[in-house]
């Protein structure tokens, strides 16, 4: 039976129900592909997994306290290779494989970086991959390593000990120049947050989690992997890929399998609601859904208005649209909305935020009013405050940097004493900007990515959001930053978008519309409109939008031209 709090034997994650329940014949996992027959993975069939990955790590020399960077193509086996790792008491980090979106050369930088600051032990990648990255990284890295169908199964009991204060996993944190932060969290870490976070959404027996996410993002790791896992929940899972390509799979998977909490990045919400073909929703209901939860970006409340819209035909209500701002460094969720109730929406005088750093309130159809997502209130544990550049703790309403505190929080950063992520008294600074308001937590940016703007705090998430309803702009494929310019003595806003027009005339029309959109929806102007075409935007290893890369490459192609 699930219970919303870990029992007294969950002394680590390797006490998770999906491993030690009686009931060996309930589903753990299933994994879904396009154009191919569903994979339901029973307790059972999870257990013998796990233990062959752990016989087949051990066989390689792969010991308690090691590293291991799992960077498969998201599959069953990287799933089953974690826990494996897990089991024998060895150190799991989920990372990307190389796509066709990342820059080979930067992911090469980034592993071989990784391997050397952390000391990796071994990395588990594609057949296809493996030769190339051994050839760049000092550590062993294998291919498949799955069991042949006459391995003999390995004994159940011989797993190793485990102190819930050692490190259980690390999430590295992205980049492109390299992985020098990964975020290590140890079993009681982790089980603490499963606990309170799984209270914050009223996790029941009956629930089923439908994922899309990738595992190597601690929104796909924590809420759509090891919460279902760890709390008994049904986990019905496909890959990132197919979802992005068919992401009516989603929504057809919430229908067939009576999904009840999914997870989504804001993007993914104007996603579903313009790339999902009518026909493809031909029969499909929502209504078994308890909640969908943005997280991991600056959510917009237009995106929801949006996709309950486009939705509730098919059963999507407002108060099924839920926010939780969560980071690695936490373990996942600081805060979440209370389930069925939907989001808050705070409406305060643009001039203030910009001008004051206040979020004063005003009417909803007042001049230059903006509105800001409640991301809820801190789950058990957790305290929240906002504070000033001296570490001074701010009234309500004031947007200062969030400072959390919480028995979730990491033990360090891997191998890097050199870097102390706690204030002297125990606090972790989080780089997000916020404000509190009735005990909510509201983000407006990161304080790294503010542009300040002839005295204006300008966020640049507001005016990338902008230019990707902008038509002719790839969505998603924006990115604004800042460039120092000594004349005006301010920082100018740039804009680099991606665009399939090719013809003059044509990107001129779209760098119009790009200009007159900020204008018209914000109190501030874009100095350079840069268009360009299909995968020119640099990514991070996990697949973001680079700021400062991206400003770097467009200083080198236009200022210095």
């Known amino acids: 039976m699930h219970t919303s709090q870990p029992p007294v034997k969950l002394h680590s994650l390797l006490d998770a129900v999906t491993l030690t329940s009686a009931d060996i014949n309930a589903p753990a996992i299933i994994y879904l592909e396009t154009d191919a027959a569903a994979i339901t993975v029973t307790r059972a069939d999870f257990r013998t997994a796990v233990l062959h990955y752990a016989d087949a790590l051990r066989g390689r020399g792969v010991g308690a306290r090691d590293l291991v960077v799992i960077a498969h193509t998201q599959n069953l086996e990287s799933i089953y290779a974690f826990w494996g790792a897990l089991w024998i008491g060895a150190i799991p980090s989920m990372f990307p494989t190389l796509t066709e979106k990342l820059d080979?050369?930067?992911?090469?930088?980034?592993?071989?970086?990784?391997?050397?600051?952390?000391?990796?032990?071994?990395?588990?990648?594609?057949?296809?991959?493996?030769?190339?990255?051994?050839?760049?990284?000092?550590?062993?890295?294998?291919?498949?390593?799955?069991?042949?169908?006459?391995?003999?199964?390995?004994?159940?009991?011989?797993?190793?000990?485990?102190?819930?204060?050692?490190?259980?996993?690390?999430?590295?944190?992205?980049?492109?120049?390299?992985?020098?932060?990964?975020?290590?969290?140890?079993?009681?870490?982790?089980?603490?947050?499963?606990?309170?976070?799984?209270?914050?959404?009223?996790?029941?027996?009956?629930?089923?989690?439908?994922?899309w996410l990738p595992l190597y993002h601690d929104m796909g790791l924590i809420a759509g992997f090891?919460?279902?896992?760890?709390?008994?929940?049904?986990?019905?899972?496909?890959?990132?890929?197919?979802?992005?390509?068919?992401?009516?799979?989603?929504?057809?998977?919430?229908?067939?399998?009576?999904?009840?909490l999914c997870w989504l990045p804001n993007f993914a919400y104007n996603h579903c609601a313009r790339r999902i073909r009518q026909r493809d929703l031909e029969g499909v209901s929502l209504v078994s859904m308890r909640?969908?939860?943005?997280?991991?970006?600056?959510?917009?409340?237009?995106?929801?208005?949006?996709?309950?819209?486009?939705?509730?035909?098919?059963?999507?209500?407002?108060?099924?649209?839920?926010?939780?701002?969560?980071?690695?460094?936490?373990?996942?969720?600081?805060?979440?909305?209370?389930?069925?109730?939907g989001s808050r929406v705070d409406w305060v005088q643009r001039h203030a935020l910009e001008n004051d750093l206040r979020a004063v309130p005003v009417e909803t159809e007042a001049a230059e009013a903006a509105s800001v997502v409640s991301c809820g209130a801190p789950i058990q544990g957790t305290q929240v405050k906002v504070v000033d550049g001296q570490g001074h703790e701010l009234p309500e309403r004031y947007v200062g940097e969030i400072a959390i505190q919480s028995g979730c929080l990491l033990t360090g950063y891997y191998q890097r004493p050199d870097l102390n992520p706690f204030t002297a008294d125990g606090w972790y600074l989080t780089g997000d900007r916020g404000y509190m308001a009735g005990g909510e937590v509201y983000i407006v940016g990161r304080s790294k990515d503010l542009i300040i703007n002839g005295g204006k705090n300008v966020y640049p998430q507001d005016i990338e959001a902008i230019v990707n309803g902008v038509a002719g702009v790839h969505p998603g494929r924006v990115v604004a930053f800042g460039i120092d310019d000594e004349r005006e003595g301010t920082e100018l806003i740039a804009v680099v978008a991606e665009v399939d027009a090719d013809d003059t005339e044509a990107r001129r029309q779209i760098g119009l519309a790009i200009r007159q959109a900020v204008a018209q929806q914000t109190t501030v102007t874009i100095s350079y409109v840069h268009l360009v075409g299909a995968q020119w935007l640099v990514k991070t290893s996990s697949g973001k939008i680079a700021r400062g890369a991206n400003r770097d490459k467009w200083r080198r192609e236009v200022l210095e031209a």
């Open 226 to 260: 090891l919460l279902p896992l760890v709390q008994g929940v049904p986990l019905v899972l496909m890959s990132p890929f197919d979802w992005v390509r068919h992401p009516a799979m989603l929504l057809r998977a919430i229908h067939d399998y009576g999904g009840t």
């Open 291 to 341: 909640a969908f939860i943005n997280c991991s970006e600056p959510v917009r409340a237009e995106s929801h208005a949006l996709f309950a819209e486009r939705f509730a035909p098919h059963g999507v209500r407002p108060e099924m649209l839920a926010v939780s701002y969560a980071m690695a460094e936490n373990v996942f969720a600081v805060t979440q909305t209370p389930p069925g109730q």
């Open 104 to 211: 080979p050369a930067i992911y090469m930088q980034s592993m071989a970086e990784l391997v050397r600051l952390s000391d990796v032990k071994a990395v588990l990648t594609t057949d296809e991959f493996a030769p190339e990255l051994a050839e760049v990284v000092g550590c062993a890295v294998y291919g498949d390593i799955s069991p042949s169908a006459q391995a003999a199964l390995p004994q159940w009991g011989k797993r190793q000990a485990v102190n819930g204060h050692d490190i259980a996993f690390l999430q590295h944190s992205s980049g492109t120049t390299g992985l020098q932060k990964g975020v290590a969290l140890s079993h009681v870490a982790v089980l603490n947050q499963l606990a309170a976070y799984s209270a914050a959404i009223a996790l029941n027996e009956h629930d089923v989690i439908v994922s």
